[in-house]
């Protein structure tokens, strides 16, 4: 087993810690500073990027806020779980020097967040090392969504069913709903796929993605409608954009219970569906499925290199509840990560009307993408005097001249 390492060998990681706090807290100040003047929203984000970028050598002589003052961390570092330390502390390789490291020690990543809520964080790293886990999915996701992402590892064994029941095989698993006993429930207010299935008329509270369960609703018409229906398009009609057979991979963000995913994979194409478990058990029921879940939120720098997707989708998760300057990395990153050719597929982002003109259609405009199609429509589910507007559209990464 390790050995516990001093408290003092965790101050190389809080020097980034400070760089990271430092960073954005001068991103936010510039974009502040910005807040009265008659700039637009998209105007302030790129005021703070460029600010910010050209000023990146100066960031260690921003004034350090009294709450990461020196002293400080030290005391709060030992209160930090032993569990935590020993694994987020860095660790001696144990054949020294590694080039491809260029180090002689690993520092595990944890998000940075994480030190920020010892409280949580100390819960969550309570457990008996090769013991079991305690049953805490709504602690490590509430971690994870304040920032703590990536979660420390843990030496647990997690919580799971009692008698588990095992997958149904493939097609049939596609659209079959999966038995209870394949849940550990004890996060959802629901504690069956019945109740699931049912709580589009029986619960009045707004959950995510309230009638997704039930796969003989709205989940079997999704995408394949092809009469040229306005914002809804087909996956069909998208994918007769490209030459046969070469959108192969890709990723659909906040993916519901990955639908799209599974009539992806009825034409021979993967696609991982990121997705939370907001109260249901979202990527449990994505793999019971036969298609990959992906517990990544949508502030995660996304898992795959330069250029390699084909396509990326995104349905109703990319919208205006996102905060502009978060907004702008997210979809920098979809374009990264996009090969030359590849599809992002944006499909019913939506906002007011005003906000669409004025903040959305250009920076979505400004990131590079040419247009394929682009249609924007009224939303009325809420009510037209809230003048909600809706986009879907289909961009693609320049072939030549992307970089
Ligand atoms: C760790 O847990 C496993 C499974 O409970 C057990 O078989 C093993 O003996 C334990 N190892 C140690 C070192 O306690
Ligand atoms: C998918 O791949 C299988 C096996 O290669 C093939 O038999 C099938 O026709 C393909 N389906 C489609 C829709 O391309």
């Keep these: 087993m390790d050995s516990p390492h001093k408290p003092r060998s965790f101050s190389p990681n809080l020097f980034f810690f400070f760089l990271l706090v430092s960073s954005n807290l001068l991103t936010f100040f510039i974009s502040n500073t910005f807040k009265h003047s008659s700039c637009y929203l998209y105007q302030q984000t790129y005021n703070a990027i460029s600010t910010a970028s050209s000023l990146n050598t100066d960031i260690p002589l921003v004034v350090e806020p009294a709450e990461t003052r020196d002293d400080d961390i030290q005391e709060s570092d030992l209160d930090l779980p032993s569990e935590f330390r020993a694994f987020a502390s860095p660790h001696k390789l144990p054949f020294g020097f590694s080039t491809n490291f260029d180090s002689d020690n690993i520092i595990p990543p944890v998000g ?102 039930d796969l003989n609703g709205r989940e079997k018409r999704r995408w394949l409608s092809t009469k040229g229906a306005g914002l809804d398009f087909s996956i069909d009609e998208v994918l007769a954009v490209k030459k046969p057979g ?135 589910d809420r009510g037209p005097e809230l003048n909600e507007m809706y986009l879907s559209a289909l961009l693609e990464k320049p072939l030549k001249n992307s970089w």
């Design 112 to 213: 940075h967040p994480c030190t920020r809520f010892p409280d949580l964080l100390r819960r969550y790293m309570s457990y008996r090392v090769n013991g079991s886990c305690p049953d805490d999915e709504i602690l490590g996701q509430k971690l994870l969504l304040k920032g703590c992402e990536p979660l420390p590892r843990r030496r647990c064994r997690p919580a799971a069913q009692q008698e588990y029941v095992e997958p149904y095989p493939l097609p049939e698993s596609l659209w079959t709903t999966p038995s209870d006993s394949s849940v550990v429930w004890t996060a959802y207010t629901c504690k069956t796929y019945e109740c699931l299935i049912n709580r589009v008329k029986s619960q009045k509270s707004f959950d995510d993605c309230k009638d997704c369960f």
């Design 246 to 380: 070469t959108i192969r991979i890709g990723l659909d963000i906040g993916g519901g219970v990955a639908t799209f995913a599974v009539r992806m994979r009825e034409r021979n194409i993967t696609i991982l569906t990121t997705s939370m478990n907001l109260n249901g058990p979202f990527n449990t029921f994505i793999a019971s499925r036969g298609v990959i879940p992906l517990y990544i939120s949508i502030s995660q720098r996304l898992p795959f290199f330069d250029n390699t997707l084909d396509i990326v989708h995104s349905m109703h998760v990319l919208s205006n509840w996102i905060p502009s300057t978060l907004l702008h990395f997210l979809l920098f990153d979809i374009y990264r990560v996009l090969r030359p050719g590849g599809l992002f597929w944006l499909d019913h982002f939506f906002c007011v009307g005003e906000q669409f003109e004025q903040v959305y259609a250009p920076l979505i405009e400004s990131i590079g993408f040419n247009k394929v199609k682009w249609v924007v429509g009224r939303k009325l």
